[in-house]
């Protein structure tokens, strides 16, 4: 059975940094394979946030380039989001998924997703 877990949110103040994992079970991380992060917010459609294809390509939303950055390790099957220098619109339910790389883009599974935790950024 594929399972992602999520970890590592939490309550920080703007300027705080905050590092998320995702880690699975059952999974194997191969070629055309990338894992992505997305935020949500009440309301709103669920956002892709970043990716890291199996070569090592990354993608970010402009809005978190140069405070937010994605890793792997490949050993404990764990995916990481540094957040850095996080802001109150950062504040979102972050979600972990396990995708597709092709041409440049990143194509979600349905059903290939973390529980979700929570990162609330607040004065």
């Known amino acids: 059975q594929v399972q992602f877990v999520e970890s590592g949110g939490g309550v920080v103040h703007p300027g705080g940094s905050l590092r998320l994992s995702c880690t699975a079970s059952g999974y194997i991380f191969g070629v055309g394979d990338a894992m992505g992060w997305y935020r949500e917010v009440p309301g709103k459609e669920r956002k892709l946030v970043t990716f890291?294809?199996?070569?090592?390509?990354?993608m970010y939303l402009d809005s978190v380039k140069g405070r937010f950055s994605i890793s792997r390790n490949s050993v404990k099957n764990t995916t990481y989001l540094q957040m850095n220098d996080l802001k109150p619109e950062d504040t979102a339910v972050y979600y972990c998924?396990?995708?597709?790389?092709?041409?440049?883009?990143?194509?979600?599974?349905?059903?290939?997703w973390g529980q979700g935790t929570q990162v609330t950024v607040s004065s």
């Open positions: 890291i294809e199996h070569g090592g390509n990354t």
């Open positions: 998924n396990a995708g597709h790389y092709a041409e440049g883009r990143y194509f979600p599974r349905a059903g290939y």
